[in-house]
């Protein structure tokens, strides 16, 4: 049916798919598409130069770099990340290193989001010739329950509205995108579960103290060490929800760093300029079902898992890739993918949002000021280091697992 616009109504454009957000959920889907020779257009908020060094995650699991690296877009980062292969637990005054590698052969690529970000950008619009729209605002979806979904949105150059009408639209966007509220309003539910406590996190310009992840264990509360590169280091402060960074000078946040981080025999942090501070609340929600109609939402726009567990960007590639596969698959006449989506991709972050409230416990146990949940929280430690079943479970989950992927 050829649909007549009003005289003050924008002239549509078509295509087959309309990707609203370009982070690595977003620009792994329109890269997808478009070796499929499936038209797709990806809208963004914000600049390219602003998504290029976002700050976000670091940790990236080997099943999806593999999955990267079969569809073209690992290079860089097979040459520049870093592979970890343990981790350290610190409380009761030790230092205990986890060697997950030893226990599965498998590891970790340590390789922050905005060089992915960059790379998937280049990827996609660069070098395979991809649609990309940034710094669009006023975006709108509407019509998911039909065949043919719309779009509108103002052109960051002009100020003039656009209309996009395609077969599918993928949310992309985030945890405060639009796409999530229409997902809602069209009927999916969202669960959500806060942990009632906050972490601050923090940049420094600093290198590593040590060779991995380092989770610390204390009374005053949970402390943690991510490595970024050889000259940035991500760090972890628990705090109390809707904490105000400004309560945390230098000269606090290193000292609770060395106290919380402290262990016979380890060397002392390394101290550097703090180039981001701000709090987090640690909170999980996930939106069921994942699609309704023709609208399809994937990485944070469906689901966010707390940064207690690192499986934020890895969920967000799982979800791509399945959203991929199953629209290329459509275009030949098969469905069965479309249908099962929202299915397979919950069964991988229902797991994972499990994991992360277990590793929740481990971490903010012995802080809580419940003498027996200490005692518990230090009894599960202990078992990871004598239980070798214990040591294989945690592994295993840490790791992520394939499936197809």
Not at 274 to 293: A, F, N, Q, T, W
Not at 315 to 326: E, R
Request: with cysteine; hydrophobic share 40%.
């Amino acid at each position: 049916m050829t649909v007549t616009p009003t005289p003050n109504s924008p002239s549509p454009e078509h295509t087959s798919v309309v990707v609203v957000g370009a982070g690595p959920a977003g620009l792994a889907l329109g890269t997808v598409l478009r070796d499929a020779g499936i038209d797709c257009v990806v809208l963004e908020c914000e600049t390219r130069a602003f998504i290029e060094r976002r700050p976000r995650a670091g940790v990236i699991e080997e099943w999806a770099v593999d999955a990267l690296d079969r569809r073209g877009l690992a290079g860089n980062l097979l040459k520049r990340a870093e592979r970890h292969t343990a981790c350290a637990f610190r409380f009761d005054g030790g230092q205990h290193r986890f060697p997950y590698t030893e226990l599965t052969g498998r590891h970790h690529f340590v390789y922050p989001q905005p060089l992915l970000v960059t790379d998937l950008v280049r990827e996609y619009a660069d070098v395979r010739g991809g649609d990309i729209r940034f710094g669009v605002r006023d975006v709108t979806v509407r019509d998911v329950g039909t065949d043919r979904p719309t779009v509108t949105y103002t052109c960051a150059g002009t100020g003039e509205q656009r209309l996009l009408r395609a077969e599918f639209v993928a949310g992309c966007d985030g945890a405060r995108g639009v796409t999530r509220r229409a997902l809602t309003d069209a009927g999916a539910r969202v669960a959500r579960h806060d942990y009632g406590i906050g972490w601050l996190a923090l940049l420094a310009q600093a290198p590593p103290s040590a060779d991995c992840v380092l989770f610390g264990m204390h009374p005053d509360g949970f402390a943690g060490q991510m490595p970024r590169s050889p000259e940035v280091t991500r760090y972890y402060l628990q705090c109390p929800p809707g904490d105000d960074p400004a309560n945390w000078p230098d000269e606090r946040v290193w000292t609770q760093l060395h106290r919380r981080l402290a262990a016979d025999g380890a060397a002392p942090l390394t101290e550097g300029r703090l180039i981001e501070k701000r709090v987090l609340d640690m909170h999980d929600y996930v939106v069921e079902p994942m699609s309704v109609g023709r609208l399809f939402l994937a990485g944070d726009a469906a689901h966010l898992v707390a940064p207690i567990a690192a499986k934020g960007m890895n969920l967000a590639l799982h979800d791509a890739f399945l959203l991929g596969d199953a629209l290329v698959a459509h275009r030949s006449g098969d469905d069965s993918a479309l249908s099962a989506y929202s299915r397979d991709c919950l069964r991988r972050v229902w797991d994972y949002q499990e994991f992360s409230q277990w590793l929740s416990e481990v971490y903010h146990g012995i802080s809580h000021g419940d003498p027996f949940r200490a005692g518990t929280t230090l009894a599960r430690l202990r078992r990871l280091f004598t239980s070798p079943a214990a040591a294989a479970a945690f592994a295993e989950q840490y790791l992520g697992t394939a499936d197809r992927y």
